[in-house]
């Protein structure tokens, strides 16, 4: 006791702290230090810096999209992407299925005790660096901190508002007997990548996420004249899940061609492996397009000419029939793609 010397401020300021601490997220110096020195620098955006209960924005012209999604992947980093730019890309992609502009995003942290800093560091400044790509602002945001082992490292939820300024209304209901399906890519990178990592699986050639914004794609579509019916993105659950989704609440059969359905070969080899099926694989970049007959040709052009559309392909159409997905398999035979009656892949997003 010789030695001690009295400070009156906080004994261990935030530069010492390595890991999280139920402290961080007490709601005194410790919390405020850490959004001082890790989030707003990250974010840096004039309506974050306010510290305000809520952002205010000016309200653009036109009819709004508001959507919302928690992140819970496992691992937090994997091949392609992380938990970061996986929330931005995400909520990004539910706005622009709308045919909305992605605008504004908040951010809500559930952080467990012992988490790494660095870690933290990582996927802040791993989400500024995907908001900027999308051109959107992350204007307000929350942070909690969890018990050890309450938490699994980093939970997050982020919400998103963009602005339609067309007149097409793109929603299921939209979709038409003869409508064309099309998609942007080859499926179930994303899945594959994460079930990798979580497993320590190594594949010769290597298996990345296809984590993209694909809001740019969709405003693509859009300046082209293209007359879109229903967009959705081909996450969990992949494209079968996706498809059956639609089928069902447009009350229309959809007809696909496993042929024109593009799965590239490690994908392939590594669902073979370990007994899935594609179909059902999630994605994070890849969705379905629904567009008027006449269309079909434009959109396929529109899609293969941007880098995130680089293997777009025409995968089927709308028919008369019971609500259903029906796909024409390599061998000529169809047969019914149904929904799983559970989940391949927990935890890939």
Known sequence: MDNFVFSSSCPLPIQRYSH?????????????????????????????????????????????????????????????????????????????????????????????????????????????????????????????????GKGDGVFINTAGIGVIEHALEINPQQVKVGDAVLINGDIGRHGIAVMAAREGLEFESGIKSDSAPLADLVMALIAGGVEIHCLRDLTRGGLASALNEIAHASQTMIAIDERAIPVCDNVKGACEMLGFDPLYVANEGRFAAFVAPKDKEKAFSILSSHPLGAGASIIGEVKTGAPAVVMKSQLGAMRIVDLLSGEQLPRIC
Do not use: C
């Open 20 to 148: 999280i601490t139920l402290a961080h997220g007490g709601g005194g110096t410790l919390m405020r230090s850490l959004i001082d020195s890790v989030i707003l620098p990250a974010f840096g955006d004039k309506n974050l810096d306010q510290l305000h209960d809520s952002a205010v924005m000016q309200f653009p012209q036109g009819r709004l999209a508001f959507t919302t999604d928690s992140y819970v992947v496992h691992p937090l980093f994997f091949p392609g992407g992380d938990i970061g730019s996986l929330a931005v890309h995400g909520t990004v992609n539910d706005l622009a299925m709308s045919g909305a502009q992605p605008l504004w995003l908040s951010v809500g942290f559930i952080l467990e005790e012992g988490l790494p800093l660095e870690t933290l560091q990582r996927i802040v400044h791993s989400m500024r660096r995907a908001a900027d790509q999308t051109g959107t602002a992350i204007v307000t945001g929350d942070t909690k901190v969890v018990d050890k």
